[in-house]
């Protein structure tokens, strides 16, 4: 069993929603800046979303304006909102912290279909 577990993922419409959820299992968690990463088949894990331990958050071009990275420091939770999503935001969602510190969760699917 690792410091990280992802859920809330599943099968979705195009134009759904979507709400991950991460429990890490680390301390000091308010310490360490956060961040969501997506994999898809024969890729490496790209960061789509990420929020530092002063809260500032950062997203990539393609969800920028429709996902939003949270936290809360003190039940040590990371989430994900994820709207309005499209087919090529379909991979397996890990949470980590940035720079990657721990060892990798099991992560959730999203599936997003057309």
């Known amino acids: 069993q690792g410091k990280l577990m992802e859920s809330g993922g599943g099968l979705v419409q195009v134009g759904g929603s979507l709400t991950l959820s991460c429990t890490a299992s680390?301390?000091?968690?308010?310490?360490?800046?956060m961040g969501w990463f997506r994999q898809t088949p024969g890729n490496q894990r790209e960061l789509v979303a990420s929020i530092k331990s002063g809260l500032s958050t950062s997203y990539n071009e393609g969800v920028e304006g429709r996902f939003t990275i949270s936290r809360d420091n003190a039940q040590k939770l990371l989430f994900l909102r994820m709207n309005s999503l499209k087919p090529e935001d379909s991979g397996r969602y890990f949470c980590?912290?940035?720079?990657?510190?721990?060892?990798w969760g099991q992560g959730t699917q999203v599936t997003v279909s057309s």
């Open positions: 980590n912290s940035i720079p990657n510190f721990f060892p």
């Open positions: 680390v301390q000091p968690f308010n310490f360490y800046d």
